[in-house]
């Protein structure tokens, strides 16, 4: 939710609707789960290698790896991180 938002006040997104709304209406919509920003997460941030140096896509790096989770992704430098599970969303 985060980058989402950072991305909208940076003008690179924007929604149709006002921005609380859309993710109050998607997270009813879709069955997804927020993944907590822990201590884990945290720590696992030194361990993670990233092309670029971009602190949003770190936390969501690492927080995939803590969880064991697939990150989808358009993004062609986190689809280039061999130590991730990533899908990319193109």
């Given at each position: 939710?985060?980058e989402?938002?950072?991305?909208e006040s940076?003008g690179?997104?924007s929604?149709?609707e006002?921005?609380?709304?859309?993710?109050?209406?998607?997270?009813?919509?879709?069955?997804?789960?927020?993944?907590?920003?822990?201590?884990?997460v945290?720590?696992?941030?030194?361990?993670?290698q990233?092309p670029?140096?971009d602190?949003?896509d770190?936390?969501?790096?690492a927080?995939?790896k803590?969880f064991?989770l697939?990150l989808?992704?358009?993004?062609?430098?986190?689809?280039?991180?061999?130590?991730?599970?990533?899908l990319?969303?193109?």
């Open positions: 939710m985060w989402i938002f950072t991305l940076k690179r997104i929604f149709s006002d921005s609380k709304e859309w993710v109050a209406r998607s997270m009813r919509e879709f069955p997804l789960h927020e993944a907590p920003l822990t201590a884990e945290i720590f696992a941030t030194k361990e993670i990233l670029h140096r602190p949003a770190l936390f969501l790096a927080t995939a803590v064991g697939t989808v992704t358009a993004d062609t430098r986190l689809l280039s991180v061999k130590s991730l599970s990533t990319a969303n193109c």
